[in-house]
């Protein structure tokens, strides 16, 4: 059975920072591209970051130089580094395969960005 468990959400003041982190179980975690979507109140989910196999990256234009996305095999996790946040990234952050898989879609984890 697959898991995938987002954690490191919470409120922080504009310009800001936060750690996101994905455990995931019951994968092979090492043979999947990743990513990290949000979904903002009233809004679609959205991609984010993704990072591929060999660590490859791609961002969503809004968070270029902002986010930075990363996978520790070993641990079967990716992070997402979350520096200068803004309202707008105001959201339930999720991981998930790249593409995503719908059976996959954890909990996520909330960010609010508000002074």
């Known amino acids: 059975q697959v898991q995938l468990v987002e954690s490191g959400g919470g409120l922080v003041q504009p310009g800001g920072s936060l750690r996101l982190s994905c455990a995931a179980s019951g994968i092979i975690f090492s043979k999947y591209a990743m990513g990290w979507y949000r979904q903002a109140p009233g809004k679609q989910r959205e991609l984010v970051a993704a990072?591929?196999?060999?660590?490859?990256?791609n961002y969503k234009d809004s968070v270029k130089g902002r986010f930075t996305i990363s996978r520790d095999n070993a641990k079967n996790t990716v992070y997402l580094q979350m520096n200068s946040l803004k309202p707008e990234d105001t959201a339930v952050y999720y991981c998930?395969?790249?593409?995503?898989?719908?059976?996959?879609w954890g909990q996520g984890t909330q960010v609010t960005v508000s002074s």
């Open positions: 990072i591929m196999i060999g660590g490859s990256t």
């Open positions: 998930n395969q790249w593409p995503p898989y719908g059976a996959y």
